[in-house]
């Protein structure tokens, strides 16, 4: 399966990789996609996506069909193309700093097969990893295996990705920014170049900096996200102490001052996914490292914690007492469109429903199967929302799915034994609910009067 027209090799087709060869197909670059899953290459070489995205699998599908993208688990034909990005994974810890090992590992590989290779290759790090490392690890890993130097065989930058899960086949194609980290001209303006022929004229405003601080971007992007969600549950928590407050009006009214913007201002039980927890975690520990406590991180990152506290004592409230209580949990995804459920908050509650004693009963369109590996039959689970809430003391909404959002009061009161609704992600008009006992995240108690009417 030799493509020796290839231009580009990705190593790791995780979630970032293989959106990230997907997309270049798509814009007519060859690409090897190489992974040492042997199974998920298969998939991958059959034009299936082993994970979900949207648009991923008829991306995939076009791509191998017109020989644009080959998967393969054999590393030697990254020789063949012009450049590789590395995206395999950087785990957490226990510590919370990241695990470089399949960094070391790629590097290192890639590092034996451009031994015997004639010419310059570049290399790109992709992977989300603390200031420093591309500099460090990957640097030296690569020139001990590979015998060359970074600078004149070799190129080497820092790349990070923005990609949101849910829609990252069109981030990548309509990124807003991009970041490349290189120590010498050349790796930046081959890099530039590649993203040339990708965007054409449309290249979006391109950041050229050192690796370390194209390393910092990425945390600083993820930590300020991350705080913009913990600052507005805060808010809301506060919103919920006060008569006839609803946070959605303050994240209105502020969201139209431009330094604040109306993006990642909705109020809801904490973020989820792999990034955002992983990368505060990593980035609190990168700073304490340099003896800096990074005492903002560290309070988004409680706050985020505490909102799962939050979701079950809004429950407790209705109910009066948890134990033996039926709870159904709508919506198990850490957002809609997506099966992944890896930090997301429906997982703090239910451990914490659980743990106090009460009974529950899940749904998810997506995330069941994801669910069941993690919390097995510890919790029951429905086919859908309606089956889920049959007989349901309380009912919690988790995840903004549309088929969630769809529901409407009756629903809740035809098939629950007490209408209890805790609205953690504020899908519904709490005025269309004022008939049943309704409660949602960063909403005050009513004063009978309309204060959502503009
Ligand atoms: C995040 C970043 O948004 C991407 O830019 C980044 O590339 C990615 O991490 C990564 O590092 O790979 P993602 O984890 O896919 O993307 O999810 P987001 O859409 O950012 O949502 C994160 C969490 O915050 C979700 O649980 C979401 O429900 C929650 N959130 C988001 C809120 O609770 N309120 C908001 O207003 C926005």
């Known amino acids: 399966m030799k493509t020796k027209s290839a231009s580009i090799s990705i190593i790791g087709m995780g979630y970032v990789g293989l959106c990230t060869a997907a997309t270049f197909a798509s814009r007519g670059i060859r690409t090897i996609g190489i992974d040492i899953d042997q199974v998920r290459v298969e998939q991958i070489s059959?034009?299936?996506?082993?994970?979900?995205?949207?648009?991923?699998?008829?991306?995939?599908?076009?791509?191998?069909?017109?020989?644009?993208?080959?998967?393969?688990?054999?590393?030697?034909?990254?020789?063949?193309?012009?450049?590789?990005?590395?995206?395999?994974?950087?785990?957490?810890?226990?510590?919370?700093?990241?695990?470089?090992?399949?960094?070391?590992?790629?590097?290192?590989?890639?590092?034996?097969?451009?031994?015997?290779?004639?010419?310059?290759?570049?290399v790109v790090v992709k992977s989300t990893v603390v200031p420093g490392t591309t500099n460090g690890v990957v640097k030296r890993f690569l020139e001990q295996s590979s015998r060359k130097t970074v600078g004149s065989e070799l190129g080497l930058c820092t790349n990070p990705e923005f990609l949101k899960e849910g829609t990252a086949i069109n981030d990548a194609l309509h990124p807003d920014k991009i970041v490349i980290g290189s120590n010498d001209k050349k790796s930046a303006s081959e890099l530039t170049r590649l993203y040339h022929r990708f965007y054409g004229s449309k290249l979006p405003p391109t950041i050229l900096t050192s690796p370390e601080a194209a390393e910092l971007v990425k945390y600083a992007s993820n930590a300020f996200l991350a705080t913009k969600v913990s600052f507005i549950n805060t808010i809301a928590n506060i919103a919920e102490q006060i008569p006839g407050v609803d946070v959605g009006k303050i994240a209105e009214a502020i969201?139209?001052?431009?330094?604040?913007?109306?993006?990642?201002?909705?109020?809801?039980?904490?973020?989820?996914?792999?990034?955002?927890?992983?990368?505060?975690?990593?980035?609190?520990?990168?700073?304490?490292?340099?003896?800096?406590?990074?005492?903002?991180?560290?309070?988004?990152?409680?706050?985020?914690?505490?909102?799962?506290?939050?979701?079950?004592?809004?429950?407790?409230?209705?109910?009066?007492?948890?134990?033996?209580?039926?709870?159904?949990?709508?919506?198990?995804?850490?957002?809609?469109?997506?099966?992944?459920?890896?930090?997301?908050?429906?997982?703090?509650?239910?451990?914490?429903?659980?743990?106090?004693?009460?009974?529950?009963?899940?749904?998810?369109?997506?995330?069941?199967?994801?669910?069941?590996?993690?919390?097995?039959?510890?919790?029951?689970?429905?086919?859908?929302?309606?089956?889920?809430?049959?007989?349901?003391?309380?009912?919690?909404?988790?995840?903004?799915?549309?088929?969630?959002?769809?529901?409407?009061?009756?629903?809740?009161?035809?098939?629950?034994?007490?209408?209890?609704?805790?609205?953690?992600?504020?899908?519904?008009?709490p005025e269309e609910f004022s008939g049943l006992n309704y409660a949602s995240i960063g909403l005050g108690p009513s004063t009978g009067i309309k204060n959502n009417s503009p």
């Open 46 to 122: 059959k034009g299936k996506a082993p994970l979900h995205e949207p648009q991923l699998d008829s991306m995939l599908k076009n791509a191998v069909r017109k020989k644009l993208l080959d998967a393969t688990s054999d590393i030697s034909l990254a020789a063949d193309t012009y450049a590789t990005f590395l995206t395999v994974g950087t785990p957490s810890q226990q510590d919370g700093s990241i695990d470089l090992s399949y960094i070391k590992n790629a590097t290192e590989d890639l590092g034996n097969v451009l031994r015997d290779k004639p010419g310059y290759h570049l």
């Open 255 to 429: 969201g139209l001052d431009p330094r604040i913007g109306p993006l990642f201002l909705n109020a809801g039980p904490g973020y989820g996914g792999s990034c955002f927890h992983k990368d505060l975690q990593a980035l609190i520990n990168y700073s304490q490292n340099k003896n800096y406590d990074p005492v903002m991180f560290r309070a988004t990152e409680e706050t985020n914690e505490q909102q799962a506290n939050r979701v079950v004592g809004l429950a407790e409230k209705l109910l009066g007492s948890l134990p033996f209580k039926r709870v159904a949990v709508l919506g198990l995804a850490f957002k809609k469109d997506t099966d992944d459920i890896r930090e997301a908050a429906s997982i703090r509650v239910i451990n914490q429903l659980y743990k106090k004693g009460a009974r529950v009963i899940a749904y998810d369109p997506m995330a069941i199967p994801n669910t069941r590996k993690q919390l097995q039959e510890q919790i029951d689970y429905a086919e859908n929302a309606r089956s889920a809430l049959k007989g349901a003391d309380c009912a919690i909404i988790m995840t903004e799915w549309e088929e969630i959002r769809k529901l409407k009061a009756k629903d809740f009161q035809a098939h629950m034994k007490t209408p209890n609704v805790v609205d953690a992600r504020r899908v519904y008009n």
